[in-house]
Structures are given as structure tokens and as C-alpha cells.
């Protein structure tokens, strides 16, 4: 009673702490899996906890969003838990163009305007895709069972993997599946308005008394003033574009909220 059926830990036991979360390696993807003409490939990084699995299990494949990927720690992974509960493996995929997979080096254009048009879904799910047909080819007691998992971005992308893939995997687990793209999305910045408003006092006043000291430097100031506010956040581009950083700065605020700092956030910045 009162554990979570997705977990088969009780509330106060830890999985083994001496266990790594899995064994890093990289796998050939193409760049381009649409024939424009782009033969090239690029090495996805991805890992390994075979910790748990028992021959025959089934495999547990969460995949990683806009971000550097790491090993994922079961403890902190319901998806992985569930997995371990049915003696599966575990793997964890990291998405094109973050982290170590990148398809461009600096030399190449790296992050360029003409690079860039490779990173989207289509092409991260035909990755994904590719990834798992060939891991199925090359396990010694091959299944079918698979499960994908992602949350938030990733969340989408499971849900339209098995849309577009519907035999390479046996379930999605879409978390918080983003799955409506809605390009002029203000609804998202009125719930992070409305939340800061919750904290004693509100400090929706003093977020927009910063944003706006910030345009007016950005707007008004001079050279010297706009580098020591670069400085003041660490921002190492002088050439930023100016939109771009005010994106960054609004991204600490929401991202305070949304990832459940908006106490110590709203404490900061009133004192």
C-alpha cells in the first residue's frame, strides 16, 4: 500500500549505489536519411545498463531531449524502475545535434544556418528508428519488446515515433508529450505570470523591473554599459543577437518556475 505501482522499490530502498548507469558507446547514423544527396554519418551517443536484464527480457529505450545526455539513474527514472521490474535493459539515446552528437564539426560549419536544417524530428525520429533496427540485429537473444520513453519534447517524439514507426516498438510512454505545436504559444507565459504571483507578496513586479532595465541597456546604453552586462551574466559573444540573450534571460525565469524553484527564485530576487 501506498508505493507506486510503476516503482518496485519501497520508499526507503535505494537501488544498488555501487551500480554504474550504464556504459557509454556510439552508434554510425546518417545525417540525412532522406536522400537528398547527404551521404555522411555521425556517431550517436548512447548508453548501456544491462545491470538487471535477463536473456530474453524486454528493452526499455529512453530517449533524450534538447539537451547534453548523460547515463540515466534508475532511481530517479519510473520508465527504468518498471524496466528493472521485468528484468529488461536499458538504454538511454541521445539526440542529434546535443552533447557529444553532434553530425558537424566546427570545421564542417558546425551549428551553421545550412547545417541546421538537419536538426528536426523527422530526421531525429528516423534516427531513433535506425538505432533500433539495428541493436535488434545485433543482440544474441533478440526481441521484440520494446518500450520507448521520453518526457516533455522527447515525449513527442515517442508518441510520433510509434505513429510513424508502429512495428519497431511494442509501447510508447509519452510524459508530458508535447504533441500540439502551437508556434505563438503566450499561454505557456501567462502560467509562469499567474505562478509567480503565488509566492507571498508576488514577484511579478520585480521580473518585470529586470527584464526591462535590461532592454533599456540593451536599448539605450552605451558599449561599456552592454559589456558589463554580458559580463554580469557570463555571456562570452559579445556578437549575441540581442533577441537571443533576452530569450536567455526570460528562460531563467520560466525555467525557475516550471522546474519548482519559484520560491528561492522569487526570494533572490525581491532581496
Not at 539513474?73 to 538511454?92: E, R, V
Not at 557529444?100 to 564542417?108: E, K
Not at 526481441?143 to 519534447?153: A, C, E, K, Q, R
Request: with cysteine; proline share 3%.
Amino acid at each position: 500500500m501506498g508505493r507506486d505501482p510503476l516503482n518496485p522499490f519501497k520508499k526507503d530502498q535505494d537501488l544498488d549505489s555501487t551500480v554504474t548507469y550504464g556504459t557509454e558507446y556510439n552508434f554510425t547514423n546518417l545525417i540525412d536519411h532522406f536522400g537528398t544527396g547527404l551521404t555522411q554519418t555521425f556517431n550517436q551517443r548512447y548508453w548501456v545498463n544491462d545491470t538487471y536484464y535477463k536473456a530474453g527480457g524486454p528493452v526499455v529505450l529512453y530517449l533524450c531531449g534538447e539537451w547534453t545526455c548523460s547515463a540515466t539513474n534508475p532511481k530517479t527514472n519510473p520508465a527504468f524502475q518498471f524496466g528493472i521490474k521485468h528484468n529488461a535493459m536499458l538504454i538511454t539515446l541521445e539526440h542529434r545535434f546535443y552533447g557529444a552528437s553532434q553530425p558537424f564539426t566546427t570545421a564542417q560549419g558546425g551549428w551553421s544556418y545550412n547545417n541546421l536544417k538537419y536538426l528536426n524530428t523527422t530526421q531525429a525520429l528516423a534516427d531513433t528508428n535506425n538505432f533500433i533496427t539495428s541493436y535488434k540485429a545485433d543482440m544474441t537473444n533478440t526481441t521484440d519488446n520494446w518500450l520507448i520513453v521520453g518526457g516533455s519534447y522527447p515525449g513527442a517524439l515517442v508518441a510520433w515515433f510509434k505513429h510513424l514507426y508502429p512495428d519497431s516498438v511494442k509501447a510508447a510512454w509519452s510524459s508530458s508529450g508535447v504533441i500540439n505545436t502551437i508556434e505563438d504559444f503566450k499561454d505557456f507565459d501567462l502560467d509562469i505570470l499567474q505562478n509567480t504571483r503565488k509566492t507571498f507578496g508576488g514577484c511579478e513586479r520585480e521580473i518585470a523591473m529586470v527584464t526591462a532595465d535590461i532592454e533599456r541597456v540593451l536599448s539605450h546604453g552605451t558599449a561599456e554599459n552592454i559589456t558589463d552586462l554580458f559580463d554580469l551574466f557570463n555571456n562570452k559573444n559579445p556578437n549575441i543577437n540581442h533577441g537571443d540573450f533576452m530569450w536567455f534571460i526570460s528562460d531563467v525565469f520560466t525555467m525557475g518556475v516550471q522546474y519548482g524553484h519559484r520560491k528561492d527564485m522569487c526570494a533572490i530576487i525581491e532581496h
